[in-house]
T-cell receptor, first 112, second 113 residues
Framework: GESVGLHLPTLSVQEGDNSIINCAYSNSASDYFIWYKQESGKGPQFIIDIRSNMDKRQGQRVTVLLNKTVKHLSLQIAATQPGDSAVYFCAEMNTNAGKSTFGDGTTLTVKP | ETGVTQTPRHLVMGMTNKKSLKCEQHLGHNAMYWYKQSAKKPLELMFVYSLEERVENNSVPSRFSPECPNSSHLFLHLHTLQPEDSALYLC????????????FGPGTRLTVL
């Protein structure tokens, strides 16, 4: 249930496994990053954010890792549940320039 | 619910029609946003308003015209659209401009015939 380093458009995992979703960002000036979850028929929902002065941040069952050297962001979901099935995408922001860019999504499917 | 509502949820319009999308946020936020979400493409930021003042316009065609009469309401006026404008249009709000969590509405699914 992992895809370390590589962005994949789809990821299928077994319920209870851990999931890792990856995102490569393009702008080295980006200083704020967000992961969103979007379920079918709904708008995106904030999951977790991280600022560029950090390399790890933990939430409830989720962890975001930031590697500025290679411009890579990952979202780790522990003990994945069927309700985690959704499209996940990252956003990078250059707050000084007021610019934001969203990544391609990854569709996570959790098999019971 | 996120505290951001959008109407209508679905809209079908011809290329010569004029319609408006409405967004309302009940969160007391100062910034509001319009996004376009097309199939198989990343989310695209269209317009940003902070304290009712437009602060960003990402090279959006003039057939899309935003309006922010107050900090709780945001409109997107549509006229002479093209079929390629068919997409999900999402509204979002945040407490402050860009540098924090955005709350999204459910979107308006627009189809241009």
């Amino acid at each position: 249930g992992e895809s370390v380093g590589l962005h994949l458009p789809t990821l299928s995992v077994q319920e209870g496994d851990n999931s890792i979703i990856n995102c490569a960002y393009s702008n080295s000036a980006s200083d704020y990053f967000i992961w969103y979850k979007q379920e079918s028929g709904k708008g995106p929902q904030f999951i977790i954010d991280i600022r560029s002065n950090m390399d790890k941040r933990q939430g409830q069952r989720v962890t975001v890792l930031l590697n500025k050297t290679v411009k890579h962001l990952s979202l780790q979901i522990a003990a994945t549940q069927p309700g985690d099935s959704a499209v996940y995408f990252c956003a990078e922001m250059n707050t000084n320039a007021g610019k934001s860019t969203f990544g391609d999504g990854t569709t996570l499917t959790v098999k019971p | 619910e996120t505290g951001v509502t959008q109407t209508p949820r679905h809209l079908v319009m011809g290329m010569t029609n004029k319609k408006s999308l409405k967004c309302e946020q009940h969160l007391g936020h100062n910034a509001m946003y319009w996004y376009k979400q097309s199939a198989k493409k990343p989310l695209e930021l269209m317009f940003v308003y902070s304290l009712e003042e437009r602060v960003e316009n990402n090279s959006v065609p003039s057939r899309f015209s935003p309006e922010c009469p107050n900090s709780s309401h945001l409109f997107l006026h549509l006229h002479t659209l093209q079929p390629e404008d068919s997409a999900l249009y999402l509204c979002a709000s945040s407490q402050y401009l860009l540098y924090n969590e955005q709350f999204f509405g459910p979107g308006t699914r627009l189809t241009v015939l």
